[in-house]
């Protein structure tokens, strides 16, 4: 696109003052730092008009829709909607993933389990390398023989592993999931070597995976097979797959907002 | 009369509900790291980039309504006097001014000279993003606040100081579900206050 074909773009897209600026200095350094960020008019590149206009929305109306769409199912009904839980103390990462595995244990019922957790796993493997295959063996697991759900597993030394998930499917297909959660706390490198053989243990057939969740989304040089994951990814896809009455099922509500609360 | 403010759509949808809110509020929590983004898809980060822009511009205009709010109160009085109040210089507001303290205090602040003084003259929004003035005179000799604590205000100021500032008194012009605002009554309120002043630290009345 020439540079006067970007001037009368901007002239349509309602920056006239940009595009008089642009008039009377077309140099490269003089457009780029009238133009925001996601603009870059360079010599060699050729902008469609399409990445143009999207990159000059109109942001009185694109507030709504960035948020909204970001969130993906931002109502009251989020738990994100709570006020801050008044409880007068914040909860320790050792209270919050105890609370995570009762909610998914679901002893009130245990297809109420399973769905849970299926929620859960989707929002917590979703864009990892292995999702593919985790895909089919966490939508199976309301046929699973068996789902063990266990918070602070005690493997070795007194380490344990903050959330431990494993399921077998019929036909003996094992899957295990650990779980290394961390708000304010660092990950020391001896945890997780540890935490791994416990998985490779409880997985059969070698399907595990090793999630190191955190507030900032740091991985640990030296255990490359841990995939990070920030609490706010997990926490706002986990949102959006949740059906509407599973949104206002209030303890389970609450754990989420204080989640939220952590971040 | 009138004299009217719009409340920009962004600010419009922020006070809308507490899920539009707290979920802005959390976009702009996010501290600018390299693995913010770990294990988030392409798509994923680019509606994050989108929402982290749309949080932004809530915050550039929550900067700006502030800004208009208390140059056409404040500033308007301050307009009509003749050298007896200067603004500080502009250093000596440090980071007050930028767009994260005037949304995290959520107030706008101006400081200026007055006597041998300091006069701070301040728009803010309440909890329920009311918006309101205050303001308090610090003595430069006895370090006290006795000029403006001590001043007799019409009923739309709440009679007592708190903390040494006096302020509105609440509710006054609710922004929620509101396309504009006539802050009309806050310009009257702040020419009372500037009068009083005037007169009660012996500087006459300088406005017209």
């Known amino acids: 696109m020439s540079a006067t074909s970007i001037v009368q773009l901007l002239d349509s897209a309602a920056l006239s003052w940009v595009a008089e600026l642009g008039r009377n200095s077309m140099s490269k350094v003089v457009r780029k730092s009238l133009l925001p960020v996601s603009i870059r008019l360079q010599n060699s590149q050729r902008m469609s008009a399409a990445h143009l206009s999207r990159s000059l929305p109109n942001l009185e109306i694109n507030v709504a829709s960035a948020i909204r769409s970001y969130f993906g199912c931002l109502s009251d009904e989020h738990a994100i909607s709570l006020p801050r839980c008044p409880l007068g103390f914040s909860p320790t990462e050792s209270q919050l993933t ?58 070795s030394k007194g380490r344990r592993i903050d959330l431990l998930i494993d399921w077998e499917l019929p036909g003996g297909a094992g899957f295990a999931v650990a779980i290394e959660a961390k708000f304010e706390h660092k990950v020391t490198s001896g945890q997780l070597p540890a935490y791994r053989q416990e998985v490779c243990n409880r997985a059969k057939n070698g399907h595990w995976a090793l999630i190191l969740l955190t507030v900032t989304g740091e991985s640990n040089r030296r255990n490359k097979d841990w995939t990070a994951l920030t609490w706010r990814t997990l926490l706002t896809r986990w949102e959006c797959l949740l059906e509407p009455d599973e949104r206002i099922q209030h303890h389970f509500t609450l754990l989420r907002k204080l989640l939220w609360d952590k971040l | 009369m009138t004299q009217t403010i719009a409340i920009s759509d962004t600010l419009q949808f922020y006070v809308a509900s507490n899920a539009n809110a707290n979920a802005v509020d959390s976009i702009l929590s996010i501290k600018e790291q390299s693995s913010y983004t770990s294990g988030m898809t392409w798509e994923e980060i680019q509606s994050l980039n989108d929402a982290r822009m749309a949080a932004f511009k809530v915050q550039v205009d929550y900067w700006e309504l502030l800004h208009h709010v208390w140059e056409s109160t404040w500033g308007s009085v301050l307009s009509e006097l003749s050298g007896k109040v200067s603004e500080v210089d502009m250093s000596a507001y440090g980071n007050d001014r930028s767009l994260k303290a005037t949304w995290d205090n959520g107030s706008l602040t101006k400081q200026f000279v007055l006597r041998d003084g300091a006069l701070y003259l301040r728009v803010y929004t309440g909890d329920d993003f009311d918006l309101a003035l205050a303001f308090y005179f610090e003595d430069g000799e006895d370090q006290n606040y006795d000029l403006s604590n001590s001043l007799k205000l019409s009923a739309d100021w709440k009679p007592d100081a708190e903390d040494d500032e006096r302020v509105t008194r609440g509710k006054l012009l609710p922004l929620k579900k509101q396309i504009e605002v006539d ?7 702040a020419k009372e206050a500037i009068e009083k002043l005037l007169m009660q630290a012996g500087l006459g009345s300088m406005v017209g």
């Open chain 1, 98 to 155: 105890t609370a995570i595995a009762h909610v998914l244990k679901a002893d009130e019922s245990v297809d109420i389990s399973k769905r849970r957790t299926q929620r859960f796993l989707q929002a917590l493997l979703k864009g990892a390398c292995y999702q593919d295959a985790y895909a089919s063996a966490i939508e199976a697991i309301d046929k699973a023989v068996s789902l063990n759900i266990e918070s602070e597993k005690t493997v």
């Open chain 2, 183 to 189: 802050i009309l009554p806050l310009q009257r309120l």
